[in-house]
């Protein structure tokens, strides 16, 4: 079994957190495009209902 010595964990930590940040950017962007498309949506509609 290895262990992560403090040497190693230099250049893993930072890794890691880019990682983890480029996950959370896309999970941060992958709602803010949901909603942005369910308001699009939702204005479309309403703007259909009124031009009938």
């Known amino acids: 079994m290895t262990l992560i ?12 957190l880019i990682i983890a ?3 959370a ?5 992958i ?3 949901r909603k942005n ?3 699009d949506a939702a204005a479309a509609l309403s ?6």
């Open 21 to 23: 940040g480029c996950v």
């Open 5 to 16: 010595d403090k040497y190693s964990l230099v250049s893993f930590a930072p890794s890691v």
């Open 31 to 33: 709602g803010f495009l």
């Open 37 to 39: 498309i369910a308001r």
């Open 47 to 52: 703007a259909e209902g009124q031009a009938k």
């Open 25 to 29: 950017f896309v999970a941060v962007g």
